[in-house]
């Protein structure tokens, strides 16, 4: 994976939480002002990610100018463009809310946060730091792991 940061705008929720989940440091911001996500990107040498025009005059940060709606669309974009890759080890290293690396944590330690039926069923759980959001590979995983073997990044 390379060492690509990206900030996405307000219209790019779904997008920023896809480049999360396959292990990107993504930032999100709902409600800056034009100015404020510029020196953001700036300062963080991030590549920002928008649908509005209104980005692109600026010079001194990489922009790219998302073209569709529809979210699968959009990462096919930013992976073509910025020729970003990826291996099934990167995906789900990040909390797709707080955007932080997860760390492990011991399956005993989730006896009483997760549903028992996935406490049965599962070995390896990771927890956001920030959130203690708990993550397991369920049906995303899966649902991820297909979506890089269409575009051929990795093998099951």
């Known amino acids: 994976m390379q060492d690509v940061k990206f900030i996405?705008?307000?219209?790019?929720?779904?997008?920023?939480?896809?480049?999360r989940i396959l292990g990107?440091?993504?930032?999100?911001?709902?409600e800056r002002e034009v100015s404020d996500l510029v020196i953001r990107a700036l300062k963080g040498d991030r590549v920002l990610l928008t649908r509005s025009p209104a980005f692109?005059?600026?010079t001194g940060i990489r922009v790219v100018r998302i073209e569709s709606d529809h979210v699968e669309e959009q990462v096919d974009q930013v992976t073509r463009e910025l020729a970003l890759e990826f291996s099934e080890e990167d995906i789900f290293r990040r909390c797709v809310e707080c955007n932080v690396l997860l760390e492990d944590i011991e399956k005993e330690e989730v006896r009483d946060k997760v549903p028992e039926y996935v406490f049965?069923?599962?070995e390896v759980f990771k927890r956001c730091p920030q959130c203690q959001k708990i993550f397991w590979q369920g049906t995303h995983w899966d649902m991820v792991g297909k979506w890089l073997e269409e575009r051929g990044f990795c093998s099951s």
């Open 56 to 58: 692109m005059k600026y």
């Open 8 to 19: 996405v705008t307000q219209e790019l929720g779904k997008l920023a939480k896809w480049l």
């Open 120 to 122: 049965q069923t599962q």
């Open 24 to 30: 990107y440091d993504t930032e999100y911001h709902g």
